[in-house]
Nanobody, 118 residues
Framework: QVQVVESGGGLVQAGGSLTLSCTTSGTSSIASSGWYRQAPGKQRELVTS???????TYADFVKGRFTISRDNAKNTVYLQMNSLKPEDTAVYYC?????????????WGQGTQVTVSS
């Protein structure tokens, strides 16, 4: 019943900006939300996350350039990407974790392609 859907990917020149959106349906018990990315031939890596209390974390390679935010009324989390670099090119995935009596359930979106040209 829980669905996670990303949108907003596309082609942008180096130095440009892009905003990704991730909308979750089917739950009101979100523990955390985050963005991961995976480039061809590489492992999926954490970009940023936000906890239910609002605490955020960022990978070193995006600090000062990317910002995660959320709109609880819309069940949507955003990734504002500024000063994009060619090495940011990847498929970006939204990850949502929901509360359980113990532990968490985890859900992934389908991914959205971000391509940064030189």
């Amino acid at each position: 019943q829980v669905q996670v859907v990303e949108s907003g990917g596309g082609l942008v020149q180096a130095g440009g900006s892009l905003t990704l959106s991730c909308t979750t349906s089917g739950t009101s018990s979100i523990a955390s939300s985050g963005w991961y990315r995976q480039a061809p031939g590489k492992q999926r890596e954490l970009v940023t996350s936000i906890e239910s209390g609002g605490e955020t974390t960022y990978a070193d390679f995006v600090k000062g350039r990317f910002t995660i935010s959320r709109d609880n009324a819309k069940n949507t989390v955003y990734l504002q990407m500024n000063s994009l670099k060619p090495e940011d090119t990847a498929v970006y995935y939204c990850n949502v974790q929901t509360f359980r009596t113990f532990g968490r359930n985890m859900y992934w979106g389908q991914g959205t392609q971000v391509t940064v040209s030189s």
